[in-house]
């Protein structure tokens, strides 16, 4: 497997992909196989040419919903503290008259409450972070909650801000805190970063305002309007901590956290198909990808910048595949490919 695995990342180094990638396969015991290539920044400085390692940091883009979002509303749900059918105006009671007052929790865990698209947060609510969140919680929806499945970022934000609500603590300090830091991830965090830290990180896109990589910082807009910590985006990781958890994501009880953390209960909850009726297919936030069956049960969610990372139970195997795939193209095709081909080799499907 590794070989077929490297073969296929250096081909997309070789054609100009991604700068380089970082990938790791797993059970829930250990990490079976792993390995890197390419550099950092093939246009940089001799300092940032460097090849990458298995310990290089990713800017994880949508990942971010699995880390904080579905993490930290799985601790307030298995606490009683959240109610996946528990409609928005039972946490924010001011939205009793507004459309997303009738969706639920459930709905924004499957991508299913009517919201709008794109986030397009500063130009439509400005810089401020009340004005953005009043902005996104009163505007209008594309359909009425429940009809159609619809992926958007909205539906993370608004998530990042319900558990902020019940919480009454900051996103990134209760990730770090109820998630993270219990299951060992020291590499996982919001920005800001210290040089070293961002020194690890792989450079994303070109920035024109600076005139420079993006290195360090998030890439996201909406997690730049709001202070780089979102539900949606904003969390820069390792394939060793992405591990980490993907382990305790097939196997609660056999790494239980030092602390409190969402369970066995959530991740069955969330790993099965909650828009019967509907396509694509949707679990809590999690997907299947779409080339494979819900009966499969090979669950994936993929990153803007060229991460991604997967996990069944039925196979009791998990995989990461990072690049920062940005640096060159927004274009998504070309990276599929590569995402589909690593999802074959490693799953058989």
């Not at 730049?224 to 394939?239: D, W």
């Not at 056999?254 to 679990?283: I, N, Q, Y």
Request: charged share 20%; glycine share 10%; aromatic share 10%.
């Amino acid at each position: 497997m590794a070989r077929h695995i490297e073969e296929l990342l250096a081909s997309g180094v070789e054609r100009r992909l991604f700068p380089g990638a970082v990938w790791a396969v797993g059970d829930a015991r250990e990490v079976t196989s792993q390995g890197a290539c390419g550099v950092l920044d093939p246009c940089g400085d001799a300092e940032f040419a460097r090849p990458m390692t298995v310990d290089t940091v990713f800017d994880l883009a949508s990942i971010t919903k699995i880390l904080a979002a579905w993490s930290c509303v799985g601790v307030l749900v298995e606490d009683r503290r959240i109610g996946l059918d528990d409609p928005l105006t039972a946490y924010w009671p001011e939205l009793g008259g507004h459309p997303l007052g009738e969706a639920t929790v459930r709905h924004l865990l499957t991508h299913t409450a009517g919201l709008p698209l794109r986030a397009n947060l500063r130009p439509l609510y400005g810089p401020e972070r009340a004005a953005i969140e009043r902005g996104v919680l009163h505007e209008g929806l594309r359909h009425p909650p429940g009809d159609a499945v619809q992926y958007t970022d909205r539906a993370a934000l608004i998530l990042g801000f319900l558990v902020e609500r019940v919480t009454g603590a900051p996103l990134d300090r209760y990730c770090r805190e109820q998630v993270w830091e219990p299951l060992g991830m020291r590499d996982t965090r919001f920005g800001p970063h210290p040089a070293a830290y961002a020194a690890r990180c792989a450079p994303t896109e070109w920035d024109e305002e600076t005139g420079s990589r993006v290195r360090g910082s998030v890439h996201d807009f909406s997690a730049r309007a709001l202070g780089g910590a979102c539900g949606a985006a904003g969390v820069f990781s390792t394939a060793a901590d992405l591990g980490r958890f993907l382990r305790y994501v097939l196997d609660p009880t056999g790494a239980a956290p030092a602390g409190p953390a969402f369970g066995g209960e959530w991740v069955r909850a969330s790993l099965r198909v909650h828009t019967d009726g509907l396509e694509p297919h949707w679990g809590l936030l999690w997907f299947p990808p779409l080339n494979v069956t819900p009966a499969e049960d090979l669950w994936v969610h993929y990153g803007f910048t060229g991460t991604a990372m997967w996990v069944s139970p039925k196979r009791g195997q998990w995989a990461v595949l990072l690049t920062n795939k940005i640096y060159y193209s927004r274009d998504r095709e070309p990276l599929m490919e590569v995402r589909d081909r690593f999802q074959e080799i490693v799953f058989g499907c």
